[in-house]
């Protein structure tokens, strides 16, 4: 990501403003002297230069004041209002010069004294504008200033317009007066093509218009990111140097929030690569996939009853219809009254969804896996831990038994053991064997409340 300094792009507005300084005093100086409406055109087209970088550089000062009670997208907006003026401060400036051109072709007659002077001011105003808006130029594309890129657009148009006085300096030179006039009326036309298009490029800013090019590429960022589904809705604004990116997008519903969350954090990478200022807002909805199972849509509309998802979840199928079996557990809050009454509305509401669904049975629980203060006595109680391992090498299956750790909460114990099976068995057939070990634990050694067993392949 880009770094962004504030001071740089004023550094580059406040040379352009002593750049203006210069040329509207030289410009107008030798105008006066040579009595050039041409030159004169380019002192007062100088003199709005002047002014319109005055403007340019308060507002890049203002414009990135960060975020305040009052302005919750910042000040950015203030550079296209700064380039709408300059807009309109270039247009009343043609008017002028365009009035004066055509009095001078059709009522008055003027003596215009070509000078050395009229060519080097010219030369010299041609020089400085190419380096300033050269750089103007790209410290508006490195930091997204609407308003340096306005000045730039500007003071490019003045290289052309000076360039255009020299040559109408030249045809006088040669016994042609009445094309001072004429080169006076080229420059007007040249400044009123620039600002038709600095005008339109800053009321699309103030209209928050989003060019096509940038709204596609930023929605194409967005779909390129695995996971997601839709691209239900995409917002772009500018303002100034900023840009506010919101979308809205479908993310399968079976995904655990964490997984949702990285999707997100994705895509919003995604779009700082195409906008490195950009400010991203990522809203993610549900979706519903052609794919889910209907395990997958019975989790979700537990789920959808603000519950925690469903275990021991089971779908056997009989003659085409199925029957469902899971658990669900409630706080303690809920009464037995509560608890069932709210397990048969999500009975109902699995019939409802699911038609193929015949039957469907829930076992009620009270939530477990609170925080308990538990004492780590696997040192103290190394008898029970041998004990534990000697009933545990019974079953055959069992390669071995080892890493028991014995946590006592009063006179109950919490045990776990890390035990290595065949790799060749099936999933099935180690649940079906840790059950087995589960059941001999329990039955041998009252005091264990809670058993937690780490199957790992030999």
């Known amino acids: 990501m880009k770094t962004y300094d504030v001071h740089e792009k004023q550094r580059v507005a406040l040379s352009s403003v002593v750049a203006a300084i210069f040329l509207t005093t030289v410009k107008f100086v030798v105008g006066i002297s040579t009595n050039s409406l041409g030159i004169l055109s380019e002192a007062a087209h100088s003199g709005l230069d002047l002014l319109a970088a005055g403007m340019t550089y308060v507002a890049v000062r203002i414009a990135d004041r960060p975020p305040d009670d009052e302005h919750h997208y910042g000040h950015g907006k203030l550079e ?44 010299i105003s041609i020089v400085i504008d190419i380096g300033r808006s050269r750089a103007l130029y790209k410290t508006a594309k490195k930091y997204h200033s609407q308003a340096l890129e306005a000045d730039a657009l500007h003071f490019s148009s003045d290289v052309w317009s000076s360039f255009t006085v020299i040559v109408g300096l030249v045809f006088v030179s040669l016994g042609f007066p009445e094309f001072d006039a004429f080169a006076a009326i080229i420059v007007a036309v040249l400044i009123l093509f620039v600002s038709y298009r600095m005008g339109q490029r800053t009321i699309d800013v103030l209209m928050d218009r989003v060019p096509k090019e940038k709204f596609r590429a930023i929605e194409e960022a967005i779909r390129s990111v695995p996971g997601v589904e839709e691209v239900r809705n995409i917002r772009v604004r500018s303002s100034g140097s900023h840009v506010f990116v919101d979308t809205v997008v479908a993310i399968r519903r079976t995904l655990p929030f964490q997984y949702a969350h990285d999707i997100m954090d994705k895509i919003e990478k995604k779009v700082l690569a195409i906008e490195p200022l950009a400010d991203v807002i990522v809203h993610a909805e549900p979706y519903v996939s052609n794919d889910e199972t209907l395990v997958d849509k019975i989790r979700m509309i537990v789920v959808d009853h603000h519950l925690a998802p469903p275990h021991n979840l089971e779908v056997h199928e009989s003659d085409g219809k199925y029957h469902v079996d899971f658990d669900i557990e409630y706080k303690n809050s809920y009464t037995f009254v509560d608890a069932h009454a709210f397990t048969s509305k999500i009975e109902e509401k699995i019939k409802e969804e699911l038609p193929s669904v015949e039957k469907v049975t829930i076992h009620i629980e009270n939530v477990e896996g609170n925080e308990h203060t538990l004492t ?29 750790t014995i946590l006592q909460g009063g006179e109950k114990y919490h045990v776990s053991f890390d035990c290595s099976l065949r790799r060749t068995k099936t999933i099935e057939e180690v649940h079906s064997i840790i059950s087995n070990i589960e059941r001999t634990l329990y039955k041998n050694i009252p005091q264990i409340s809670r058993i937690t067993i780490h199957a790992e392949p030999e």
């Open 80 to 123: 296209s209002i700064s380039a709408f003026f300059e807009t309109l401060l270039l247009i009343i400036t043609c008017g002028w010069i365009i009035y004066e051109a055509i009095d001078r072709f059709f009522n008055r007659a003027h003596h215009v004294e070509v000078t050395v002077w009229s060519f080097l001011v010219m030369a």
């Open 376 to 404: 780590n006595v696997t040192n103290a109680e190394d008898s029970l831990a041998k004990r534990i391992c000697e009933l545990v090498l019974t079953h055959d299956d069992i390669l071995s038994c080892r890493n028991v």
